[in-house]
């Protein structure tokens, strides 16, 4: 168990429609990177938050968006979804975003998102 | 351009045997860290080995070692002794330190099957 927590597990949806998943860190950790895996685009970085400032963006598109709550959870919305968009989204933790942290991110389980 | 690559899609190995899986990446970073990570199925992103580019000696956990080769900008995973339950996808990843942005760019994996 990696200490962080992600909801829901599954979630089957219909496209147009718009979910969003929830992510909870690791106690203590101030980072939240959200990822998103697909069969045929691998592991593909989303955005990062740090301590509820977005802190870095990655191939994100212009219908989804994240942010990341005072009590350091972190929620990614996904709208007007496509067929696309069906892949396993991951939630990752770490302790801080600053030179210092040369640590590893831990992942919670995932959210798989199929949309029909 | 790739900053992770891995050249081999699946491997085989027999239980017991080692096996080593690729990884190269590019940077013009100085400073940096590799990460190996392994998912079975069942989905989770387990942490495995951790490298800094300033370590000079290569990383070792348990039955995985690391074999950094600098110049050469390869990270190898090297799995001895391996297990059935070493079956799984094999993600090799690498964190830049220039900038503030933290996150992972990950490799298209490795899928080891361990034979009995």
């Known amino acids: 168990d990696s200490g962080v927590t992600q909801t829901p597990k599954h979630l089957i949806t219909a496209t147009g429609q718009r979910v969003t998943l929830r992510c909870s860190p690791r106690s203590g950790d101030l980072s939240v990177y959200w990822y998103q895996q697909s069969l045929d685009q691998g592991l593909q970085f989303l955005i990062q938050y740090y301590n509820g400032e977005e802190r870095a963006k990655g191939n994100i598109l212009e219908r989804f968006s994240a942010q990341q709550f005072p009590d350091l959870h972190s929620e990614l919305n996904l709208s007007s979804l496509e067929l696309g968009d069906s892949a396993l989204y991951f939630c990752a933790s770490s302790v801080g975003a600053g030179a210092a942290n040369t640590g590893e991110l831990f992942f919670g389980e995932g959210s798989r998102l199929t949309v029909l | 351009a790739q900053k992770i690559t891995q050249t081999q899609p699946g491997m085989f190995v027999q239980e017991k045997e080692a096996v080593t899986l690729d990884c190269t990446y590019d940077?013009?970073?100085?400073?940096?860290?590799l990460f190996w990570y392994k998912q079975p199925s069942s989905g989770e992103m387990i942490f495995l080995i951790y490298?800094?580019?300033?370590?000079?000696q290569n990383a070792t956990e348990g039955r995985y070692s690391l074999n950094f080769q600098k110049a050469r900008k390869s990270a190898n995973l090297v799995i001895s002794a391996s297990q059935l339950g070493d079956s799984a996808m094999y993600f090799c990843a690498m964190r830049e330190f220039s900038g503030s942005a933290r996150q992972l760019t990950f490799g298209s994996g490795t899928q080891l099957t361990v034979l009995p």
């Open positions: 490298q800094g580019s300033y370590d000079e």
């Open positions: 940077t013009s970073d100085q400073s940096y860290g």
